[in-house]
């Protein structure tokens, strides 16, 4: 009898905990309702050669350098005149 009773209660603990665990929130997916910010192109160029362009790494094709990451343009701060 004192193993049925120990049985019962390990199903109803068991039973319990996997209730207690599952959430009744549901996971919202939150890519659309998210502003995302359009993302740059990345361009690979060559360190001796700016004018080679890639836009996956590699190899320079005049001096076989590895491609490095360019930079994004930045923009310019206003000059100071004396």
């Given at each position: 009898m004192k193993?049925?009773?120990l049985m019962a209660i390990a199903i109803v603990f068991c039973t319990a905990?996997?209730?207690a665990a599952h959430?009744?929130?549901?996971v919202t997916d939150t890519t659309k309702t998210k502003k995302v910010k359009p993302v740059a192109k990345v361009q690979y160029t060559c360190t001796?050669?700016?004018?080679?362009?890639?836009d996956k790494p590699g190899k320079c094709p005049k001096c076989g350098m590895t491609?490095?990451?360019?930079d994004p343009a930045k923009k310019k701060t206003s000059?100071?005149?004396m």
């Amino acid at each position: 009898m004192k193993k049925v009773m120990l049985m019962a209660i390990a199903i109803v603990f068991c039973t319990a905990s996997v209730f207690a665990a599952h959430s009744t929130n549901p996971v919202t997916d939150t890519t659309k309702t998210k502003k995302v910010k359009p993302v740059a192109k990345v361009q690979y160029t060559c360190t001796m050669h700016p004018e080679v362009l890639s836009d996956k790494p590699g190899k320079c094709p005049k001096c076989g350098m590895t491609l490095v990451k360019k930079d994004p343009a930045k923009k310019k701060t206003s000059t100071m005149k004396m």
